[in-house]
């Protein structure tokens, strides 16, 4: 089971109606040795991020802003005074009203009197007692291991923000798997501004189930050229969604390389689709990676991302379409790329 990608932030294609923002306010107390002077805090607004920064004095800093419900947020601090042994990142649920939050010298961050935060933090602290990750590598490993304790928090909290981003996060579920934990969430959580993104999102990916025919798309090559998939209509094509950003994607690309050069002769190729948003760098990572198939990029705000037709919330990832421009597959990766060899005809 492989779980090592990264997220993507993309507006939905079906049209939400918002919940109206409250305001909220943090005030915080920094007890580190390392005296950080900037306290940032990053969180996700619609299909936006919000990156707001308060300076830190004397250990103290505060923010406030509107947020229409709870949302995960991340706690960074920079411009540290002293010499840094270890940067300091948490996060917490953001949510309308008032957040007290106190980071200690064990580097341990607490929210007072948000119930959300309680039931987070005895979470995270279930799933430390199964392990921690100490590096990329163990991370795919672990994640196995927490899912069980993951499904018996949902289960218990079907009201809860948490459940929802949990849910979010179980890549190798079926359809049938979302849809069935998402009918258990209570009706408040599936209203909220998350749940209707979230149950449009299934709704989206009904249309890229096995056997669907896949959406067709148009952007532009490396030299500014349109380029569709119907242009591929006749061969077997594994569209490839990835970022120059992104570690595990470019950590995938040997594999995919190495299917490639093994099954090229055979009537397949690779179409990438980058979500690069730096044209400079999306070109760099081609020419670093040696990928010797054709590659598009989403450079032409006035077009939909192609990842959003086929709902991608992460990456790497993939769709197998064959000759008929019916897709036959999808997530091939690793070991799993050893599948081309019955799937191709």
Known sequence: MIRNRCY????????????????????????????????????KSGDQYVRDSARITDGKFTFAGEVAEPV???????????????????????EPGNHAITISED????????????????????????????????IDSLVVLWEPVQQDFISRHPASFISLDLLEGF????LEQQEATFAGFTPALKNSNAGKAFAAMLENLKRVQIGAVAPDFTEKDTAGIDVSLKDFRGKYVLVD?????????????????????????????????????????????IQRVRMPWKNISHQDPQRVYAGKLYSVRFIPQNFLINPEGKIIAHNLRGEGLEKLDELLK
């Not at 950080?36 to 805090?41: D, E, K, R, T």
Request: charged share 20%; glycine share 6%; with cysteine.
């Open 8 to 43: 993507l932030l993309l507006a939905l294609l079906l049209p939400i109606a918002a919940y109206a923002a409250k305001p909220f306010r943090v005030t915080g107390n920094v007890h580190l040795a390392e005296h950080p002077v900037w306290a940032m805090l990053i969180y």
């Open 171 to 174: 890549s190798d579920y079926t």
């Open 72 to 94: 995960k947020t991340l706690l960074r601090f920079v411009g540290y005074t002293s010499p840094v042994r270890n940067f300091f990142r948490g996060d917490f649920y953001l």
């Open 107 to 138: 580097r341990k961050l607490t929210v007072q009197g948000s119930l959300l935060n309680d039931e987070y933090v005895q979470l995270q602290q279930e799933l430390a007692k199964i392990g921690e990750p100490t590096n990329s590598k163990n």
């Open 241 to 285: 969604f990835w970022a120059s950003w992104c570690g595990p994607c470019l950590a995938e690309m040997p594999n995919v390389l190495k299917a490639y050069n093994k099954y090229k002769g055979r009537n397949f190729t690779v179409l990438g689709v980058s979500s690069d948003k730096s044209k400079a760098d999306w070109i760099m990572a």
